[in-house]
């Protein structure tokens, strides 16, 4: 099992370093701009899903001073296999589907996601490459929670912060068990 | 995708509710007690994992205060897929294989464990049946890790829970990564 070796942790705050630069992401699309500015919309999203039922108003005004939002066209790859991104993606209208190269196997569709779905958590905990490609299936407005972001989290506000980690590690442990057991394509 | 019923938030303190009861684990087994007891080995074995690269003495001290220790014989099944247990396995000495049913596959190798692999994560953090089989390879001195000493750590020490969970979030990332493309045996 190889680790990333940019991906460290610093020892004082306990928290990720960062090796790169902050990246600028989405730059063609249509930003929406901070969070904050669609919070009801997104509480009302989150509040839906079962792994947030526990994140009240004041938490997710929180998270959401953290998240910057955009709007992508139908067919536009919010995550494409191989490129490198310290971040992840919340979905919150329209519709994406999540494909993965499986050796033996091929080009695989993995998941469909939908509002509240997040994808592309993998890369930004261990800042390698991302393993899958995600793509537009409907106009879609989406949420973006980068490392950077996470780290400031955890050290101004770390009791969300962690109920953030054990929440990343629930969906992770999830995923862990679609990969074995990929009964269906998982609506994440 | 279905989340575990069992796993819950506690909203005050960000840390997993308890709904079992605290499981009596490996009474069959060699007890070989509290952690404390082998402080110095079990540093030697961590610090040599690039994970807790950054953790200190200290918090390795602190880290055994919630571990028990235990020895099993070659041929011993540290997990069974199927079983609930709400913990999960560091290996200390001797060795151990993981094994999974794959749909289509049948019963096939995923991992060969090492001094310092750990196993199990998954199950500690959904709650859900474990989805792995682990068989001691050799005679195999482990540690325990448990949720309730896991909720304990981010109640007691946060700092190093923090640390603890950002750990866990690599080692399922990287689960993730090798069970889409399972180049080879993973060694963990």
């Known amino acids: 099992m190889s680790y990333s070796q940019l991906f460290k942790f610093n020892l004082d705050t306990g928290v990720i370093r960062m090796n790169d630069a902050a990246s600028t992401i989405y ?22 899903i079962r792994l947030f039922d526990d994140f009240g108003m004041d938490e997710i005004k929180v998270l959401c001073h953290y998240l910057r939002c955009y709007a992508a066209p ?21 519709s994406a589907e999540v494909r993965v190269n499986i050796p033996g196997l091929g080009n695989e569709k993995i998941a469909e996601l939908l509002p509240g779905s997040t994808v592309g958590e993998t890369s930004m905990i ?29 050290m101004q506000a770390p009791r969300l912060g962690n109920k953030l980690l054990l929440t ?21």
Do not use: W
């Open 27 to 48: 730059g063609d699309l249509n930003k929406l701009g901070p969070a904050e500015n669609y919070m009801d919309e997104i509480y009302e999203i989150i509040h839906q």
């Open 74 to 94: 139908r067919h536009y790859p919010l995550l494409k296999e191989g490129d490198r991104g310290d971040f992840m993606v919340l979905i919150l209208t329209g």
């Open 126 to 154: 261990d800042g390698e490459p991302r393993f899958i490609t995600c793509i537009a299936t409907a106009p879609t407005d989406f949420a973006v929670l980068s490392r950077d972001s996470l780290n400031q989290i955890l």
């Open 168 to 188: 990343l590690l629930q969906l992770l442990s999830a995923r862990l068990r679609e990969a074995y057991n990929p009964v269906q394509t998982a609506v994440v």
